[in-house]
């Protein structure tokens, strides 16, 4: 698990590791603990460039998660990650998103598919890095 969280805390080399993710910049002092009130900008494909701000925050135990929120072009999204352990030996890691508003609203139904493409592409990239 702490291999696992340490790679969800590791903005800084996201967009090396990350498909989709073209530049990651923590907002503040970057030495400065991550968690509620942290924030970050992130540049996509497809979304440009959101400041994302964490709005819950668990960083130890054996169930460690963060969501954050962002918003661009009059839509909301909230990302969510979570790392479990299985054993002594096994983590879970859990990447979601949910979004709201008039223009999401109006595109979801085209973009959920390219959305879920690009979740389990992140989820994948994680999964190597965490085994490399």
Not at 8 to 19: D, G, N, S, T
């Amino acid at each position: 698990i702490e291999r696992a969280w340490q790679l969800q805390l590791a903005h800084h080399e996201w967009a090396k590791r990350i498909p989709h993710f073209d530049k990651v910049q923590r907002v503040g002092d970057p030495g400065a603990a991550f968690g509620v009130g942290s924030k970050a900008l992130i540049t996509q494909s497809g979304l440009g460039t959101v400041e994302w701000t964490v709005v819950e925050f668990e960083g130890s135990g054996d169930d460690r998660h963060y969501a954050w929120t962002g918003k661009v072009r009059g839509m909301r999204f909230e990302g969510r990650h979570r790392v479990a352990t299985v054993d002594a030996d096994h983590s879970t890691m859990t990447l979601g998103v949910t979004g709201s508003g008039l223009l999401l609203t109006l595109l979801g139904p085209m973009i959920r598919g390219t959305m879920r493409k690009a979740l389990d592409a992140e989820a994948d990239a994680f999964q190597r890095w965490a085994s490399g």
